[in-house]
């Protein structure tokens, strides 16, 4: 299965790369919203992204909208791994398009269980 590590913060996403290895997935990573919708158009859509909401050039919100907008990625599952901890915040990615959320700080399990909800690993 492949991966996509969307967050500004390189150890954020050495983080999480190092998780989802371990569960079995194949990731690649982007530093930002646009530089991810770049390597989805030219490598083709993973199977799940795990996609940060602060960052620059285009955040995480963004990205998921845009990419929701695009018929040939809608298949995508996405889960935001963020700070933005406010129920607001949560309900409006849900409504974008976003499958699952996940607050910042978590733990390797929080991940695992996430993706074992999705059906994307086993529980």
Do not use: C
Request: proline share 3%; charged share 20%; aromatic share 4%.
């Amino acid at each position: 299965m492949q991966a996509l590590v969307i967050d500004d913060s390189r150890a954020m996403r050495s983080i999480l790369r190092r998780v989802l290895v371990e569960l079995g997935f194949e990731v690649s990573e982007a530093a930002n919203g646009q530089e991810a919708l770049t390597h989805v158009v030219e490598h083709g859509a993973p199977d799940v992204a795990l996609v940060d909401w602060n960052m620059p050039v285009m955040d995480g919100l963004q990205f998921v909208v845009e990419l929701r907008s695009r018929r040939e990625f809608r298949g995508v599952t996405l889960m935001m791994v963020t700070t933005e901890s406010e129920h607001a915040q949560m309900v409006r990615a849900l409504a974008a398009g976003a499958h699952e959320y996940l607050v910042k700080p978590f733990t390797p399990d929080a991940i695992a269980a996430k993706l074992a909800l999705l059906g994307l690993v086993a529980a």
